[in-house]
């Protein structure tokens, strides 16, 4: 199995800035790809940006040249950069690995944007 524990959410205002982590534990070994996926108030959950073993990076067209998603193998973590954040930015950030052992996800962490 594989465990994440993620960090970083918070309150920011419109244009700011916030950095996302999160961290695996057990068998990171298995992981193929790891991912930030968002799902706000009365919407589907969307991804946001996944990044798999060979760095090949993925991110939705919202937010584009505004977040960067990274990782540090040496660590198991995987970071979501995100910078002018916008009030629809706002909603609960989860990160998924894929996995030879089957898919994981966090619990969660809150972001929100005020404008």
């Known amino acids: 199995q594989v465990q994440l524990v993620e960090s970083g959410g918070g309150l920011v205002q419109a244009g700011g800035s916030l950095r996302l982590s999160c961290a695996a534990s057990?068998?990171?070994?298995?992981?193929?790809?790891m991912g930030w996926y968002r799902q706000a108030p009365g919407k589907q959950r969307e991804l946001v940006a996944i990044?798999?073993?060979?760095?090949?990076?993925r991110y939705a067209n919202s937010v584009k040249g505004r977040f960067t998603i990274s990782r540090d193998n040496a660590k198991n973590t995987v970071y979501l950069q995100m910078n002018s954040l916008k009030p629809e930015d706002t909603a609960v950030y989860s990160c998924?690995?894929?996995?030879?052992?089957?898919?994981?996800w966090g619990q969660g962490t809150q972001v929100t944007v005020s404008s």
């Open positions: 057990g068998s990171t070994s298995s992981i193929n790809a």
């Open positions: 990044i798999n073993t060979g760095d090949s990076i």
């Open positions: 998924r690995t894929v996995t030879t052992l089957g898919v994981y």
